[in-house]
């Protein structure tokens, strides 16, 4: 039987099953908070530093006084990981805006919570997507612009993902691309969006209404070492539909090839040779403790 892991909720670690948000917490009426979502593998909790600077920006941007510090978060977080002992899992860490009232002024709400949860998880798009790519449709939803509530910040309202996800459901794909407010191409719902066209990487710009991604930085920064080139650019659809190959990549997504887009092949193969490349050399570094902070 899986074990029930520990939860770590305001200072406490609590049995899953037993860990508990208040129906006035404004996380929860608002999607007011911000989160990050991180992976451990071989006891090595990947990039984690740059997890709890993009967490921290996060809370500045919304406001938010996080009622931890940053070590103190991190030790809070490395405990929870002791805890359940995974050696390989995924971290949800949550700072919802606290108890207010029903307002939607978060002056009512005096201490934001902590949340940490620690889990193992399945891959994203399941299991065998990496092998053999998902199927995805360009949403009609678009992401929000720079000056909206953008996805550039990490926070718990994913409305806009997910009104472009059931339109993926409706259409029988597994996941969608969202444009940006122009109509160049953002990112997909819970990841970033690389293309290959002519043997070098294309990766829509940070202005395209997209998030900072971690693992995006990686593997663009990993595609330079192994010698290809690589442009952030904006991208039209045309160029998408065109690529030679196109893989989504985030920390839940890792690297997942696309097989096609609004049912039209993507290249010729799936995965391609860049993205196999890239799968390869990710899954050889993502555990070396360089990248990441190791579970003493
Ligand atoms: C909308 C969106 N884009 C991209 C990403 C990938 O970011 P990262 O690589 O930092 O996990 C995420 C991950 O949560 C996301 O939700």
Known sequence: ??????VYVDGEFVPSQEAKVSVFDHGLLYGDGIFEGIRVYDRVVFK??????RLYRSAKAIELTIPLDQETMKAALLETLRRNGYTDSYIRLLVTRGKGDLGVNPLKCPKASVIIINIQVEPMHGHGSKEKGISTIVASVRRQAPDSSSHEIKSLNYLNSIL??????????????????????AESTGTTLVAVIDGALHAPPLT????????RRFVLDMAQDLGFGVKEKDMTLFQLLMAEEVFLCGTMGEITPVRSINGQAV????????????????KKRRRLPQYGTKIA
């Open 208 to 215: 395209a209404s997209i998030l900072d991604s971690i693992t």
């Open 1 to 6: 039987m899986t074990k029930d892991p520990f």
């Open 48 to 53: 984690l530093n740059a997890h709890l600077d």
């Open 164 to 185: 472009a996800v059931l339109e993926a459901n409706r259409q029988g794909a597994d996941d969608a691309i969202i444009l940006d407010h122009r109509g160049f191409v």
């Open 267 to 282: 290249g010729t193969k799936t995965p391609g040779p860049v993205t196999q490349k890239l799968i390869a050399e990710f």
